[in-house]
């Protein structure tokens, strides 16, 4: 095998840069890493955890037409590679970095960086045997086969694995073209009312900013809240499970998008013309709108995060346990609910009178919602299962939990 490379130095590594066929990649490249370590615990535990996500690369070649990766860096040792320099001269200058790396056929050569790939490249190959002549960048380094080498090549394998930065999760919402769920927030961030401008704040997380004057909610938590509309829409198509996992990695068809944006956006429609808090808002001078519905008060339940998307799951069940017959209905049964966190039956479950309670259930929210909107959309095991949760967050005994609700306007 012979690949023609440009020579490269940095630090103490000097490199090699080329391309390989997935032929080649098949052939002569290992997936296993086991060579770095001696003792075979930590081997196979790294094992494991490097060969989990290979089959949705597998999947990600076979189904994409837009495929492409980055360099995989490539190890070698044993055997006999050849340097074999190419000189030429351009402009009065003499370029002796590019030639030809000859493999003797007796190196072994496994990833420092790139396993899943590696192992979805061989995965999909074996599938569709096409694929032979399709390239890969690469970068090869000299890897000893001793205590030294081995201490060396690990270093450096865990220093591209550790500090190479994932991308974030507002990243992804930005750039994914696959996930319809991304492409779908962004539409409405810039297209909906809603959504547009200072009215969703690009945070690190979740959370919005306590400085921050302007926001409905994160960008992060408005894709939540897509998620939860197109994921229950895929479901009655049979699309659910790994298959809406699956789903998510490659971008539908456009028709499909659209139909999809269209029942996001008639739903967020309808949030607007039947919730009379967010009407509020919207009629509120922009840089300051939010000031009224959150503040270190309390303010409204939809301008926190944490029940946001419990408000649309609840909108969800209410249509799919027959109790509102649209989202529309189903907005204006929630409109009903009692909203101010610093009150009964919020305080104590989400707000402590100064800040946010952390670590409550999503689904005990969830549950308050359906209970307050529409007591009989909850089965009466559901319903017991609730009371019991709910009391116990607020520390109110089951005997109490009758007149507490009605201290507060609640039937029970």
């Not at 490269?8 to 391309?19: F, L, R």
């Not at 909203?339 to 989400?350: A, C, F």
Request: net charge neutral; proline share 3%; charged share 30%.
């Amino acid at each position: 095998m012979k690949i023609r490379v440009i020579k490269g130095k940095m630090g103490e590594w000097v490199y090699d840069a080329g391309v390989m066929q997935f032929d080649q990649i098949a052939e002569h490249v290992t997936a296993s890493i086991n060579d770095l370590y001696k003792a075979s615990c930590l081997s196979e535990l790294l094992q494991r955890a490097l060969t989990r996500n290979y089959e949705a690369i597998r999947d990600y070649i076979l189904n994409d037409k837009e495929r492409f990766f980055n360099a995989v860096i490539l190890a070698i040792y044993n055997g006999d590679p050849q340097w074999l320099e190419v000189e030429f001269n351009e402009e009065e200058s003499m370029y002796t970095n590019v030639g030809f790396l000859q493999f003797s056929g007796g190196e072994v050569i496994f990833p420092v960086d790139g396993q899943h790939r590696v192992a979805g490249i061989i995965e999909a190959l074996s599938q569709n045997p096409s694929l032979a002549k399709e390239q890969i960048p690469v970068i090869f380094i000299a890897h000893n086969d001793d205590e030294r080498g081995r201490k060396k090549t690990r270093k450096l394998f865990s220093t591209l694995n550790r500090r190479a930065k994932p991308v974030g999760q507002n990243e992804n919402i930005a750039l994914d073209e696959d996930d319809v769920c991304s492409i779908v927030t962004r539409e409405l961030v810039q297209e909906y009312p809603l959504c547009m401008g200072d009215n969703i704040v690009n945070s690190l997380g979740k959370q919005i900013p306590n400085n921050n004057e302007s926001a409905f909610t994160s960008l992060i938590t408005l894709y939540q809240c897509v998620e939860i509309l197109i994921k229950h829409k895929l479901a009655e198509e049979g699309i659910k499970g790994k298959s809406y996992a699956k789903y998510k990695l490659y971008r539908p068809k456009e028709e499909k998008i659209e139909e999809l944006k269209r029942h996001v956006f008639g739903i967020f429609e309808d949030f607007v013309k039947q919730t009379d808090v967010i009407r509020e808002y919207l009629q509120a001078p922009e840089k300051t709108r939010a000031l009224k519905f959150r503040s270190s008060e309390g303010g409204n339940l939809l301008f926190r995060p944490i029940a946001l998307t419990e408000y649309f799951e609840a909108a969800y069940q209410l249509c799919y346990r027959g109790r509102a017959d649209t989202y529309g209905r189903a907005f204006f049964l929630l409109n009903t609910v009692k909203m101010d966190i610093s009150e009964k039956p919020w305080l104590g479950l989400i707000w402590d009178g100064e800040k946010i309670i952390n670590g409550v259930p999503k689904t005990l929210i969830r549950s308050l919602l359906l209970f307050m909107a529409d007591e009989s959309s909850l089965l009466s095991k559901e319903k017991e299962k609730f009371i019991s949760d709910y009391a116990r967050r607020i520390n109110v005994s089951i005997e109490d939990i009758t007149s507490y609700f009605s201290s507060i306007g609640i039937k029970f």
